[in-house]
């Protein structure tokens, strides 16, 4: 064969070859259990099985892919309008199927370990999240935004979030530590671990965790193992009104403590839900623990 013949009929050849694999290229991301998450093409259908997934999904530019999320999933007000499917307690799977999601995102902590198994072995694609750290958020937003092919908005959601976060880390993480004791629930109390979410909010308001040394990552927790702990204050999550809040924990202080241990509730959506606007309900964590210096 003529060698200029041979070149252009190769050439011919990879050109045909780029353009039958150009679209093929997958999209990959791993998760935090380690797991590689792979879709052929952005995801159109997606289900988020807990609260804040569905918000980081909005957050990410993709909210007009959700095909359904679980109760209490009401931050933006859109995702009210959203079907429901579920909630912690459990799934429906058949439900779940009927709508045919290419991408399912869950919670780590969160969600049962049994439902996280079923949909593993029902060949969606998982992808599970479990934020330990503040500076996961914009991951898992990134992540979520190269699944949903919402890059761009993703990224720039992502940007914002590290640029404020550094901005807080600056202003008060160096600052002398203040203890405070971490209630998450009331009957009974309940409290975090140093490997929690909340112990990384506490580090950058230049805090510590007065029960640092709690064994798991959420649980009850007697209240003398709360008063042994000496916080300098604590920080009430519960949802209770701050001023039935506040009297209930003067009642329970020792009378030595009443007056010296400053009692602070805040909204359990804005510290307890890990998305950026974790990042307005830390900002007025750090202030309060500044006024205590």
Request: aromatic fraction near 6%; proline fraction near 5%.
């Amino acid at each position: 064969m003529n060698p200029d013949r041979l070149i252009s009929c190769l050439g011919l050849i990879f050109w045909l070859f780029a353009t039958a694999t150009s679209g093929l290229a997958a999209i990959s991301v791993t998760d935090d259990r380690q797991q590689r998450v792979v879709l052929e093409r952005p995801a159109q259908r997606i289900i988020a099985i807990t609260p804040h997934l569905a918000e980081l999904v909005y957050a990410a530019g993709a909210g007009d892919l959700l095909v359904a999320t679980v109760r209490g999933a009401d931050y933006p007000p859109d995702a009210l309008s959203i079907p429901i499917i579920g909630d912690a307690a459990g799934l429906d799977f058949e439900r779940i199927r009927q709508l045919d999601p290419d991408l399912i995102l869950a919670w780590g902590s969160g969600n049962r370990a049994s439902d996280l198994e079923r949909l593993a072995r029902d060949n969606i694609a998982l992808y599970v999240a479990e934020a330990r750290l503040l500076a996961d958020i914009s991951r898992h937003l990134r992540d979520i935004g190269k699944l949903a092919g919402t890059d761009n908005v993703a990224d720039r959601a992502a940007a914002d979030f590290d640029s404020h976060l550094q901005r807080l880390h600056a202003n008060y993480a160096v600052r002398d530590p203040v203890g405070v004791f971490v209630e998450i629930w009331h009957r009974p109390i309940f409290t975090v671990g140093d490997q929690h979410l909340l112990t990384d909010v506490l580090r950058i308001c230049g805090g510590r965790n007065a029960l640092s040394d709690y064994p798991l990552l959420s649980g009850p927790v007697p209240l003398e193992n709360v008063l042994a702990a000496r916080a300098d204050a604590i920080l009430s999550l519960a949802g209770i009104d701050a001023a039935a809040n506040n009297d209930r924990w003067r009642k329970l202080l020792p009378d030595s403590e009443r007056t010296s241990v400053a009692i602070i509730t805040l909204s359990p959506d804005l510290l307890t839900r890990a998305t950026p606007r974790m990042l307005t309900g830390a900002e007025k964590l750090c202030v309060r623990l500044q006024q205590l210096r």
